[in-house]
């Protein structure tokens, strides 16, 4: 993780622990007090079709704590190569593996050892042999150039300290015409420096949320054509203190496709 976002820095070892931290909990404790919600009521509120959640295993619905949806988006089909930045309980990778079918190909990255784990031991009970998991940070894939038709994430690239490195290696992996499909945080105003250098903030997917207009361009500068972005209402925090920010700072989530050219 780098540590600096738009010129005020924030701790890079806190950050990663605090992120660790908060989602080892996240897969270890689904049913624990958290500043956003989580399980099958958000994913079914979000856009996720019923008829999938009933087809994947019910513990990685139980972890979930995405904002968005995006699967439609990013347009997969049979036979797909698909990358899912920030994996966690791996419920993404396995509605993406029902899309591609056996013959394609899911990959999962993600850094806390706890959503991996947990990720790795439902895939192998449920059978989704189309499915891998990788140690990794998003900022450095593990993976060659063009390897992927879709890379796809949902609330996790606002945890990154680095964004635009984020995007340039998303892109990196993507073949040409392949698909960034994600969900994630951002602003209408620029955070203050009490907030983006707040570790634990961070962690909470408040802090480190950039300005919409900066992580559009941050996109565009890694060779991605920005296609569609839609509002998601439904997403909410459940803290009094997380709400106001939303109200102050035009906290918010979106959706979005982009396609490399």
Request: include cysteine.
């Amino acid at each position: 993780m780098s540590t600096v976002l738009a010129g005020r820095a924030v701790d890079r070892r806190e950050l990663e622990s605090k992120v660790k931290e908060m989602y080892q909990k996240v897969a270890e404790e689904p049913t624990g007090e958290f500043h956003f919600e989580m399980g099958r009521g958000l994913a079914e509120r979000l856009g996720y079709e019923p008829r999938d959640l009933d087809r994947i295993p019910r513990e990685a619905i139980d972890s979930f704590a995405g904002v968005g949806y995006h699967i439609d988006l990013a347009g997969l089909e049979r036979g797909a190569r698909v990358l899912d930045l920030g994996s966690g309980s791996g419920m993404d990778t396995f509605v993406a593996a029902l899309e591609v079918g056996a013959e394609g190909r899911v990959h999962g990255v993600d850094m806390t050892d706890a959503q991996r784990a947990k990720a790795e031991r439902l895939r192998d009970r449920a059978g989704f042999t189309q499915v891998r998991y990788h140690k990794s940070y998003i900022e450095n894939l593990p993976f060659d150039d063009g390897t992927f038709d879709a890379v796809i994430s949902n609330g996790v690239i606002n945890l990154s300290a680095d964004k635009a490195q984020v995007f340039r290696d998303a892109a990196r992996v993507l073949r040409n015409g392949g698909r960034l499909a994600i969900s994630d945080i951002i602003t209408d105003k620029n955070l203050p420096e009490g907030v983006t250098c707040n570790a634990t903030l961070w962690a909470a997917c408040i802090g480190g949320a950039m300005q919409q207009d900066d992580y559009f361009d941050a996109i565009r500068a890694a060779g991605l054509r920005l296609v569609r972005t839609r509002e998601n209402p439904q997403y909410r925090f459940l803290t009094a203190s997380a709400q106001k920010a939303c109200a102050a700072y035009g906290v918010r989530s979106v959706s979005l496709v982009a396609v490399r050219a």
